[in-house]
């Protein structure tokens, strides 16, 4: 059996000591903790720059754009100014007083017993649409006065079922002075003027005055 002697045993126990010596072993550690929070730092540096980087560039195609939108923006303004003036316009222009279907209203009344001589229009406001027309005439028949009246009371019923307010009044009626041949026939003439108040634009109300019979 052989025997075998460590002499060194103390100088080993010593090496191990060192070896697990708690302070070496805390430095260790925090030497990793510093690289991992190195490691961490630069991670973020990295992050930061390319955040840096994109902001950089967005702020680069604002200052490219933002005089492009203020264009657009001014455009557009002028594009609305013109788009309310052109409603507007086209609102005159729907709403105005057109003087061919008047005209044809109140020719589509007057009988043959009836000559007009002149009919004149004036519009008093664009703003309250009002209207007044002005008719010169000649009635002939037995009853030329009546026939007359027939004719206001006509004018008055036909353009009240296309504009408002319409009122038609005699400034004048007048036995004519000489006799007109009709049909063969010599008749009495009456002399008259008509004046007609009418406004247009909304809904018409047909005329409530009663005609009057022959």
């Known amino acids: 059996m ?12 010593q090496a191990a000591l060192k070896r697990r ?48 939108a203020k264009t657009a923006l001014k455009r557009e303004e002028e594009l609305a100014a013109k788009i309310k ?7 005159r222009i729907e709403e105005r007083l057109y003087w061919a279907p008047l005209l044809e209203q109140l020719v589509g009344v007057v009988p043959r017993e009836v000559q007009l001589i002149k009919i004149s229009g004036e519009i008093e406001s664009e703003i309250t649409k009002k209207c007044t027309l002005t008719i010169n005439g000649i009635s002939a028949g037995t ?23 319409v009122t038609a009044k005699f400034r004048s009626l007048d036995d004519g002075s000489e006799p007109v041949a009709l049909e063969g026939k010599q008749l009495p003439t009456a002399a008259f003027v008509i004046a007609v108040d009418l406004t247009w634009g909304g809904e018409a109300l047909a005329a409530a005055a009663p005609r009057r019979k022959r």
């Open 2 to 13: 052989s025997l075998r002697l460590n002499l060194y045993h103390e100088v080993q126990k």
């Open 21 to 68: 010596d708690p302070l070496k072993l805390s430095l260790y550690g925090m030497g990793a903790i510093a690289v991992c929070m190195a490691g961490y730092y630069f991670l973020q540096l990295g992050k930061s720059h390319g955040l840096n980087s994109e902001l950089d560039r967005l702020k680069a195609e604002h200052s490219k754009l933002d005089p492009e």
């Open 85 to 91: 003036m052109n409603e507007l316009i086209e609102r």
């Open 143 to 165: 009853d030329a006065r009546g026939i007359a009246e027939e004719l206001r009371i006509a004018v008055a019923e036909r353009l009240g079922t296309k504009y408002r307010n």
